[in-house]
């Protein structure tokens, strides 16, 4: 049965490719499903529809996940149940999501919601924003086997501006309003984050923050924070981060490839970081006579890496870790 399952899919995937104006493999993973393989495409028609389909199956959890979609103009309607959710602490979620790309004009009213900003023009640079509504089912998980239907709504926006000095500044924003018990009471849930960053030539600093509120203890809705090389994590309500990193060149190596008429170059740079993780959290007391206290917990490491990547358009890279943390433990990180 489960082998006619996946044959399905990859005949459905064969098939796209015949017609499809986009057509990508689905290689992925995440504690619910494990390993998440399929396939996803597209087809545009008339020049303004566009009917998406994403099938993939998970090895772990032996489901099968699909995403259906249809997008007009800046429009985007979906039936799903895929593993991606702006609701924290969860990995996926199941119903029907709509999406308005406010970054691109809209019929009618034009470039209104999709023309440049005045810090765009005078700055140079790009910005996009999006609102996103979804009604559904978060995934079920260990603390919460059977999740309650919830509504909520999503914005994000993130900005690129040119500054002088070649410095690159961005910001990004996200808010979510949610509610659950809807078919009693509905009760309220927000959380807002925000993240800038400051980058010029190798060196960059991010600074992140972010509030929620969950008064109607909605399980697992809570920031996790961590840093680079610490298997530990803090929860809060309230977060704050920061994240340095300075690169530099080392040397660049020739190296020959087979069949290929001139050697690839292989880019080998070293780099120092350092991150810093604040979380808190309101803690009553045990007698229960005085009002709660916050709490603040917070995580840090730093150390030094070497990546190796060939070709700076290739986008290929191997990068190592030697990371330190504040307890004094030493970790050693490998990634491609």
């Known amino acids: 049965m489960r082998v006619g399952i996946l044959l399905v899919v990859a005949l459905a995937g064969l098939s796209l490719t015949a017609t499809a104006q986009s057509f990508n493999p689905i290689i992925e993973q995440n504690s619910v499903d494990g390993l998440l393989l399929g396939a996803e495409g597209s087809y545009k028609f008339f020049g303004w529809l566009e009917p998406s389909l994403a099938v993939a199956y998970g090895l772990q959890s032996q489901q099968i996940r699909y995403r259906a979609g249809i997008s007009t103009w800046a429009l985007t309607v979906s039936l799903l149940d895929w593993p991606r959710t702006a609701l924290l602490g969860r990995i996926g979620e199941s119903g029907l999501k709509g999406t308005l790309n406010l970054s691109e004009g809209l019929p009618i009213v034009g470039d209104f919601f999709g023309g440049p900003s005045w810090l765009e023009r005078e700055l140079g640079g790009s910005s996009q924003s999006r609102v996103s509504g979804f009604f559904g089912t978060p995934w079920p998980w260990t603390e919460d086997p059977n ?51 400051l980058r010029y030539e190798a060196l960059s600093v991010s600074f992140s923050y972010g509030d929620l509120e969950n008064k109607s203890n909605l399980p697992g809705f809570i920031f996790v924070q961590g840093v680079k090389g610490e298997s530990t994590t803090i929860k809060g309500d309230q977060f704050w981060a920061v994240q340095f990193e300075r690169a530099f060149d080392v040397m660049t190596v020739s190296v020959p490839v087979p069949l290929l008429p001139q050697p690839l170059g292989l880019l080998v740079q070293g780099g120092i970081f350092l991150q810093v993780s604040n979380a808190s959290k309101i803690e009553l007391p045990s007698d229960g006579q005085q009002e709660g206290k916050r709490v603040w917990q917070n995580l840090l490491s730093w150390g030094v890496s070497l990546v190796l990547s060939f070709d700076r358009t290739m986008g290929a890279k191997a990068r190592a870790d030697f990371v330190f943390t504040r307890d004094g433990q030493f970790h050693f990180l490998f990634g491609f």
């Open 147 to 197: 999740p309650p239907d919830i509504a909520y709504v999503l914005w994000e926006s993130s900005s690129i501006f040119r500054l002088p000095f070649g410095i690159e500044l961005g910001i990004s924003q996200r808010t979510l309003l949610g509610w659950w018990q809807l078919g009693v009471l509905p009760s309220e849930f927000r959380y807002s984050q925000t993240n800038l960053s």
